[in-house]
């Protein structure tokens, strides 16, 4: 029988990866809000403070700890921090991301695997350190973080697109192998949102004008406007709570509907 408690949280514990600011800090305020315990980690102590501080504004008392996702033994050491001090985790949303927008023939092949790295290596890692407790407790939610560039290249993001198609099929299979086990892995692909990952997108120019790629997503978004990090709230809690326990392996694509449109006939 559907009641809308299935859309809360309550009682659960979230883990987001890079939670302490951007769309990581809005999937938590909104888990948050839905009843859960908010868990999340970030690179380094000033950042992982600064969320502290960020999430206290707001009401929410977070747990933060410092640790870099490609870090396979930090990562398992946070987790099983987290599991004696908060509780074990119902929820894992792989946010921590980079993205480096270079010519691939000017790219060199660090830089391709450090974003290969961190937006794909790291949700594996993180994956594979929450998913033995929830085998044990007969459930549990992964949610990655995607990309319209999990779908779609563009120039300078070869590495990132890499990585975020890899995610997606990462995805697929998570739900593949441990579905058995009344876990669901889904992933959410923002369209292009206001933060400061994008920022070098929405700059103004020298003459006051709106950026030519801001002009340029605007017109290839039938909403007609940049997504927010508050777009994505609903979507996260919904593939979050039990609401979605027969939703596995999907890609949710939140982008104002850029994927479906070929773009409006030039002027
Ligand atoms: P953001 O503003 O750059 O935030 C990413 C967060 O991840 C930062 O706190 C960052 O810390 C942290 N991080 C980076 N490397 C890490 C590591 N190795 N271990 C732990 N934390 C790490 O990005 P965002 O715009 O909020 O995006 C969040 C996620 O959504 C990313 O996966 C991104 O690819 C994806 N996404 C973004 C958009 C968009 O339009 N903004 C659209 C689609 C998908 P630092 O500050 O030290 O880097
Ligand atoms: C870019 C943007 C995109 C967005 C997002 C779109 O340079 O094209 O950063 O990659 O971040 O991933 O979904």
């Known amino acids: 029988m559907f009641t809308m408690n299935q859309f809360s949280l309550q009682g659960k514990i979230a883990l987001i990866t890079g939670a302490s600011y951007g769309i990581g800090f809005a999937i938590a305020s909104a888990y948050a809000k839905a009843g859960a315990t908010i868990v999340f980690n970030d690179i380094n102590q000033e950042l992982v403070d600064k969320g502290l501080a960020a999430y206290r504004e707001i009401g929410i008392s977070a747990h933060g700890y410092v640790c870099d996702v490609t870090d396979e033994s930090a990562v398992q050491a946070?987790?099983?921090?987290?599991?004696?001090?908060?509780?074990?985790?119902?929820?894992?949303?792989?946010n921590a991301g980079i993205i480096k927008r270079i010519p691939m023939l000017e790219m060199s092949a660090a830089q391709f695997r450090q974003v290969i790295d961190i937006d794909l290596n790291g949700p594996f890692?993180?994956?594979?350190?929450?998913l033995p407790a929830m085998i044990k407790q007969g459930h549990g939610k992964i949610i990655n973080i995607c990309s319209m560039m999990s779908e779609l290249g563009r120039e300078t993001v070869s590495a990132y697109?890499?990585?975020k198609g890899g995610l997606k099929m990462l995805t697929k299979n998570i739900c593949s192998e441990y579905g058995k086990y009344n876990i669901q892995c889904n992933g959410i692909g923002p369209g292009y949102i206001a933060t400061p990952q994008t920022a070098p997108l929405r700059e103004r120019q020298a003459d006051g004008t709106r950026h030519p790629f801001d002009q340029f997503i605007v017109s290839k978004t039938p909403a007609v406007r940049w997504g927010e990090s508050d777009d994505l709230m609903g979507p996260a809690v919904f593939l979050a709570s039990d609401a979605s326990n027969f939703v596995n392996g999907?890609?949710?694509y939140v982008?104002?509907?850029?994927?479906?449109?070929?773009g409006k006939q030039p002027e």
């Not at 982008?255 to 070929?262: E, K, N, P, T």
């Open 255 to 262: 982008d104002g509907g850029i994927l479906a449109y070929i």
């Open 125 to 130: 890692i993180m994956a594979k350190a929450v």
């Open 78 to 94: 946070m987790v099983e921090r987290i599991e004696q001090e908060v509780g074990v985790i119902d929820i894992l949303v792989n």
């Open 161 to 163: 697109a890499a990585a």
């Open 250 to 252: 999907h890609i949710l």
